[in-house]
């Protein structure tokens, strides 16, 4: 069975730094791409940045682009998120979530997500 578990949130002042994590099982990981995607308080999800299956082509939203690093350890089954310079604005539950494709190669969606993790920025 597939599994993505987050960890690593919690309660951090603004222009500080965290990196969480994203623990995969019951696939192969290194075969897809992935993704954060976040969910702030009473708001919608937002796309934040997605990596290839390789880990050398990156992607970002605006709102983090240059404070915000996506990066996996295919070795490691682990996806991961690091942020620095953060805002206020970037309160929210983080999930992680596996990025699938039709036989034609068109992007279908994300059809497995975790439970997220908690980022909370607090002064």
């Known amino acids: 069975q597939v599994h993505l578990v987050e960890s690593g949130g919690g309660s951090v002042q603004p222009g500080g730094s965290l990196r969480i994590s994203c623990a995969a099982s019951?696939?192969?990981?290194?075969?897809?791409?992935m993704s954060w995607v976040r969910q702030a308080p009473g708001k919608g999800l937002e796309w934040v940045a997605n990596?290839?299956?390789?880990?050398?082509?990156?992607y970002y939203a605006d709102s983090v682009k240059g404070r915000f690093t996506i990066s996996r350890d295919n070795n490691k089954n682990t996806l991961y998120l690091e942020m620095n310079s953060l805002k206020p604005e970037d309160t929210a539950v983080y999930f992680c979530?596996?990025?699938?494709?039709?036989?034609?190669?068109?992007?279908?969606?994300?059809?497995?997500w975790g439970k997220g993790t908690l980022v909370t920025l607090s002064s």
């Open positions: 990596i290839n299956n390789g880990g050398r082509s990156t």
């Open positions: 979530a596996r990025n699938v494709f039709d036989r034609n190669l068109a992007w279908r969606g994300m059809d497995y």
């Open positions: 019951g696939f192969s990981f290194s075969t897809y791409p």
